[in-house]
């Protein structure tokens, strides 16, 4: 690991842009000292105290019982697809195995409903456009088989990508509010499907 002043050096010759996407998007998953030393580096060059704010945001993680409070916010909200209120919110692994078909895996948090749906979609894909890859006649096969065998896990994966959600959206949540959970999780569910470019846009409106 990494100590302090290695660090120091490391963002000293690095260019401002590096520096503004490692603020922006990255910040979560340094460790202490690389955030220290960022910051440092952040007000040397005079890029902005927002920056510096951001940061803090990103790293206010959600734990114990207001992590588990985020979650049920999350599960009782309205889903993003529907728009309806079911109470019955969960992640999804949405995948397939076409060559064609874009995205070919997402991480969606929708109703109970509104999952299967893009689920069904996404066997229809691979039922009907797996078999034009040179090993199609393998890859069709295993993916259904690790369907099946994936059912029992999928309590267990919905869990998992709530807690990545949060984890991923800290800065967003922090500064917008739980109460803005539903705005958050259409964001993500809209840039996992690669309908519109959502990276910037709320570490954006927090400058």
Known sequence: MLTQQEYLEIY???????????????????????????????LKRQLGTKLIDWINLE????????????????????????????????GFYIHNCSLTYNPKEAHLILCEECGKKFRNKNYLISATWGWISPKGFIK????????VFNIPLRKKQSEKILKEFIFENTGSIRH??????ETIVELHNNHQLNLKR????????FL
């Open 12 to 42: 000293k010759n690095s260019d401002s842009e590096k520096l503004l996407n490692l603020a922006r998007f990255d910040s979560k998953k340094l460790t202490e000292s690389a955030v220290i030393a960022l910051k440092n580096e952040i």
């Open 59 to 90: 790293r206010n993680f959600f734990k114990g019982s207001e992590l588990e409070i985020l979650k049920t916010k999350i599960k009782y909200s309205r889903c993003s697809n529907c728009k309806i209120k079911k109470n019955n919110i969960k």
């Open 140 to 147: 069709v096969p295993f993916y259904f088989l690790s369907e």
């Open 176 to 181: 917008l509010g739980i109460d803005k959970i």
């Open 198 to 205: 959502t990276d910037d846009f709320l570490f954006l409106e």
